[in-house]
C-alpha cells in the first residue's frame, strides 16, 4: 500500500487517455431546459453547470469509470457510473421534483457514495439552501432540528451535537475527512470550526467507528465545504447576518477560483460578535456574550488524474461563561477585585449588561489552527485517497480577576490523523475499500491549575468494506480492527492540595499505560418492495476507549463549577446498535420511519456525589462546588424517528413537512428508580412547517418563500433524578416564521439574496432539558432555578456575490 502511494505521489502526471462529457438536462415533465443544474464528479472535484438551454460540458476527465452527480434545488438527485472512453461522451438526463431528499447523494460513511434512499446506514443530509433559511446561534445549533438530532448547550454560543440521545465524545466530527478533535469531550465549550464555511452537512445515525475507530457509537456528523467553482471561474460572496436577541453580528467574505489548467484557490474570513442574550424571566443574561474571528483557505489542481489540495484554517474565540450568581433582588452578580489578595460578588451594573465585552474573570479563550493535505488519483483499474492532517488547539480558561491575562487551566492538544483508503474498481456491482487511519495526540497543561494530567495516545485501525448493489437490492458492511494506546502522566498534590505534574509530597494519580484494542463491525441491506416503497435494516458494533477526563480527572473544573473525579479502571464502551426502517416515495409525498435500540455494555457517566448525611459534597466550604465521580454501568437507548413531506404535483408551490423524533434509555445497573435514566436525554418533539414558494414574481424576484414552523417539545420526565443530578423539564411549544427571495437583474444574474427568520414568535420563557445553565442556582427573587434559553430572536441574512467567468 505504502509503496504505492508512494508511486503515486512521485509520478501523478502519468499519461491518461483524456475525455469530454456534455449533454442536455430537461425537466422530466414539462421538457424545458433546466438552468444553473450543478453537474459534479466528486472524486475528481471537476464539474460545471448548465447554461441558459440546459447544456453542460466538463472536460479533461481521466477515461475510466467515473461517479457523476447531477443536483438542482427540489429536484431528486441523480447519481450515475459513466464508462468514459476517449474522446468526448454524451449523458443527457430528465431530472424528477423531489418532495423530500431521499435522493441526496450522500458518502459519509460510505467509501462508495450512495444515496439516503439506498443506504443501509441512516443517513440525514443538510445544506446550505436550509441554513441560510433557517436561524441558528452557531454550528450545531443549525442541524438540532434535524429527527434524532439534538444538542447540549451552554448559552446561545456553545452547543454540542447529540445524536439519538449519545454526545460529547460518543459522536465523531468530521472535517473534509478529517476527525475534528479540539477537546470535545468538553461540556463548555463549541466545535471550532467556521459555520459560514460549511456547505453541507451528513449525519450518520449509528455507530461510526467501522469508518473512524473509537468514540462513534451515536454517530457522526460530517461537516463538508463547497466544490471548487467550474474552470475558468473567479467569483466571491459577501455574507452578513443580524440576529436582534443578543445584537448578534456576523460577516463573511469569500473569493475562489478555478483556471483553465485546473489550478483552484479559496480564501474566507469570517468574524462574529455578540452581546448578552436576553429572555423574559432572566433579562440579559450576563456572561453569554462571545466573539469569534476565522480564516480558512485552500489551494490546490484537479487535473485528469485526480486532484491534490492543501487546506489552512485558523479559528479562534473569545466567550464569557455564564455563572448564573444573583443577588437577593435577582440580579446578576460578577467576580471583581477588592485587594491584591481577595475578590468578591457585586451586583453587575446595566452598562456591563448591555456591554460586548469580554470580562476579566470566568471566560474562555479557544483557539484551533488546523492544516490537512488531501489527495485522490486514478491507480490502475481503482481509486487512491490520503489525508494528513496536523492540528493545534489552545484552549485556556480564565477564573479569577487576582491573576489577569493568566489562565488557571490551559490545555495545549496536538494532533496528527491520517487516512488511506484504496478504491477498487466495481465488478459486477460489488465496490470494495481496503484502508486505515489513525490518531495521535498530546495534550500538556500549561495553566496555573491541573484537572488532569498530560497525556499521550495512539490510535490505528484496519478496515474492509464492501458493497453491491442491484436494481432492487444494495447490501453494504464491513469489518475493523483498532489498538488505542494511551500514556497519562503522574499527578501529585503538595501540602497545600495544589495538584502538579512535577515530583511532589503526595501522588495522587499514579499515572497510566495501557492499551485498549476492539474489533467493531457492520453490515446492512436496502431492498425496494415496488417503485415507492423500500425496506432496510443494519446492525452494527461500536467501541469507545475511556477519555483522559474519566481516567484521571481530581480537581475543580473552572467552565463547569464542579469537582470532578475520575477512575483509572473504567472499560472500553462497547455498543451494538440495530435499525429498522421504512421509506415511501410518489411523486406528492415522501415518508419516512425507523426504529432503532443501542446496547452499550460499560458505558460511563459523571453522577453526584453526596456526603454521609446524604448533602452535596462540598470539597472547599468557601464555594459551593459540586462533587461529581465517573461511574459505569451497562445501558440501552432505543426509539425511533419519522418524517412526512407532502408537495402535490398540481401545487408544487406547497411545502408541508412534518418530523417526530423519540429517544428513551434504561441504566440496567441502576439499583433505585431514580437512577434508571440516562443524563441529557432530549424529550419527545414534534416539528411541523408549511412552505409556500414561488420561482419568479415579475423581471427581477427569484425563488420566494415564507414558511411557518411550529415546534413542540413534551415534558422531560425520564431525568436522572438521583442524587439531584437531574430534574424533570416542562414541555414548550415555540412557533417560528420566515421568508425570502433573491433578486436578480435583467439577464438573470443573482444580485443578492435575503434571509429573513422570526425564532420563538411569542418570546416564550423556556428551558431545554439539554439546557446546562438550568441547573445554575435558584433566582431568589423568583423562585426559579437556573437561566432559561434564549427569547424572541429576529435573524437577517443578506448574501451578496459577484465574480464569474
Do not use: C
Amino acid at each position: 500500500m505504502l509503496r504505492i502511494l508512494l508511486i503515486f505521489l512521485l509520478l501523478p502526471g502519468l499519461a491518461m487517455a483524456q475525455t469530454t462529457v456534455s449533454g442536455i438536462i430537461t425537466d422530466k415533465s414539462t421538457r424545458q431546459p433546466l438552468i444553473g443544474v450543478s453537474i459534479y464528479f466528486p472524486n475528481l472535484k471537476k464539474g460545471a453547470v448548465t447554461d441558459t438551454v440546459g447544456h453542460y460540458r466538463v472536460s479533461a476527465l481521466p477515461a475510466g469509470t467515473q461517479k457523476m452527480e447531477v443536483r438542482f434545488l427540489s429536484y431528486k438527485t441523480q447519481t450515475r457510473s459513466l464508462r468514459l472512453l476517449s474522446g468526448e461522451t454524451t449523458a443527457d438526463f430528465s431530472l424528477e421534483p423531489d418532495a423530500a431528499q431521499l435522493q441526496e447523494v450522500v458518502v459519509t460513511g460510505l467509501t462508495t457514495g450512495s444515496t439516503v434512499k439506498d443506504s443501509p446506514v441512516p443517513i440525514m443530509t443538510y445544506n446550505k439552501i436550509q441554513w441560510l433559511q433557517g436561524s441558528s446561534t452557531n454550528l450545531v445549533d443549525a442541524v438540532g432540528k434535524l429527527p434524532g438530532m439534538s444538542q447540549i448547550t451552554t448559552g446561545v454560543g456553545l452547543s454540542k451535537p447529540v445524536i439519538r440521545g449519545l454526545g460529547f465524545n460518543r459522536v465523531i466530527t468530521v472535517h473534509d475527512g478529517v476527525r475534528q478533535e479540539d477537546n470535545q469531550w468538553g461540556e463548555e465549550h463549541a466545535l471550532q470550526v467556521d459555520e459560514y464555511s460549511i456547505d453541507r452537512y451528513e449525519i450518520i445515525k449509528g455507530s461510526g467507528s467501522l469508518l473512524y475507530g473509537s468514540d462513534g457509537l451515536g454517530g457522526v456528523m460530517s461537516l463538508i465545504s463547497a466544490r471548487p467553482p467550474e474552470a475558468g471561474v473567479l467569483k466571491g460572496q459577501i455574507l452578513t447576518n443580524y440576529q436582534s436577541n443578543n445584537g448578534m453580528i456576523g460577516l463573511s467574505g469569500l473569493l475562489e477560483g478555478t483556471t483553465h489548467k485546473g489550478l483552484f484557490g479559496r480564501v474566507r474570513m469570517s468574524t462574529k460578535s455578540a452581546g448578552n442574550y436576553h429572555n423574559q424571566y432572566d433579562g440579559l443574561v450576563y456572561g453569554s456574550a462571545y466573539r469569534e474571528f476565522d480564516i480558512n483557505g485552500t489551494i490546490g489542481i484537479n487535473r485528469k488524474w485526480g486532484y491534490s489540495q492543501l487546506y489552512m484554517s485558523n479559528w479562534h474565540q473569545d466567550i464569557n461563561v455564564v455563572t448564573g450568581e444573583r443577588d437577593p433582588s435577582g440580579r446578576f452578580q460578577e467576580l471583581v477585585r477588592t485587594s491584591d489578595t481577595t475578590e468578591a460578588l457585586r451586583p453587575v451594573s446595566d452598562a456591563t449588561l448591555h456591554s460586548r465585552a469580554i470580562e476579566l474573570a470566568n471566560y474562555q479563550n479557544l483557539n484551533n489552527f488546523k492544516t490537512s493535505w488531501n489527495t485522490f488519483a486514478k491507480i490502475g483499474s481503482g481509486n487512491i485517497s490520503a489525508i494528513v492532517s496536523y492540528s493545534q488547539n489552545r484552549r485556556q480558561e480564565f477564573a479569577s480577576t487576582l491573576t489577569p491575562g493568566q489562565p488557571a487551566l490551559y490545555f495545549y492538544l496536538q494532533n496528527v490523523f491520517y487516512d488511506l483508503k484504496y478504491y477498487f474498481g466495481g465488478h459486477n456491482g460489488w465496490d470494495f475499500t481496503i484502508g486505515g487511519n489513525g490518531l495521535w495526540q498530546y495534550n500538556q497543561n500549561k495553566g496555573l491549575q491541573i484537572l488532569y494530567p498530560g497525556y499521550r495516545s495512539w490510535d490505528n485501525g484496519l478496515f474492509l468494506f464492501a458493497q453491491k448493489k442491484t436494481d432492487r437490492l444494495t447490501i453494504n458492511g464491513g469489518i475493523r480492527m483498532d489498538i488505542r494506546r494511551m500514556h497519562i502522566n503522574k499527578l501529585y498534590a503538595d501540602k497545600n492540595g495544589v495538584f502538579s505534574e512535577t515530583v511532589s509530597s503526595q501522588v495522587r494519580f499514579a499515572g497510566l499505560d495501557k492499551i485498549y484494542a476492539n474489533p467493531t463491525a457492520s453490515f446492512g441491506a436496502t431492498y425496494s418492495l415496488s417503485s415507492r416503497w423500500t425496506v432496510k435494516m443494519n446492525i452494527g458494533r461500536g467501541f469507545r476507549a475511556p477519555s483522559t477526563p474519566e481516567l484521571s480527572a481530581n480537581g475543580e473544573h473552572a467552565g463547569t463549577f464542579r469537582y470532578e473525579i475520575g477512575s483509572p479502571n473504567l472499560l472500553s464502551e462497547t455498543s451494538w446498535q440495530g435499525d429498522l426502517g421504512i421509506n415511501y416515495e410518489s411523486p406528492d409525498v415522501s415518508i419516512t420511519a425507523s426504529l432503532f435500540q443501542n446496547r452499550i455494555n460499560n458505558y460511563t457517566y459523571s453522577e453526584k456525589v453526596l456526603n454521609r448525611l446524604g448533602q452535596d459534597s462540598i470539597v472547599d466550604p468557601s464555594r459551593p462546588i459540586l462533587t461529581y465521580r465517573y461511574k459505569q454501568g451497562n445501558a440501552v437507548l432505543f426509539g425511533g424517528e419519522a418524517q412526512l413531506a407532502f408537495n402535490p404535483h398540481a401545487a408544487r408551490w406547497f411545502h408541508f413537512t412534518t418530523s417526530y423524533s423519540l429517544v428513551r434509555s434504561r441504566n440496567l445497573t441502576a439499583t433505585t428508580d431514580s437512577a434508571r435514566y440516562l443524563p441529557f436525554l432530549p424529550p419527545p418533539r414534534v416539528i411541523g412547517q408549511v412552505k409556500f414558494t414561488k420561482t419568479e414574481a415579475g423581471n427581477h424576484w427569484r425563488n420566494l418563500y415564507a414558511l411557518l414552523e411550529v415546534e413542540q417539545n413534551w415534558k422531560q420526565t425520564e431525568a436522572l433524578l438521583a442524587y439531584g443530578t437531574e430534574t424533570e423539564t416542562p414541555g414548550y411549544t415555540l412557533i417560528n416564521l420566515g421568508g425570502g427571495t433573491d433578486l436578480v437583474n435583467s439577464n438573470g444574474r443573482v444580485l443578492g439574496s435575503l434571509y429573513l427568520t422570526v425564532q420563538n414568535i411569542f418570546d416564550v420563557a423556556y428551558q431545554s432539558h439539554q439546557n446546562r445553565l438550568k441547573y445554575f442556582g435558584v433566582n431568589e427573587a423568583t423562585g426559579r432555578r437556573g437561566v432559561y434559553n434564549m427569547g424572541r430572536n429576529i435573524s437577517v441574512k443578506v448574501v451578496l456575490p459577484f465574480g464569474g467567468k
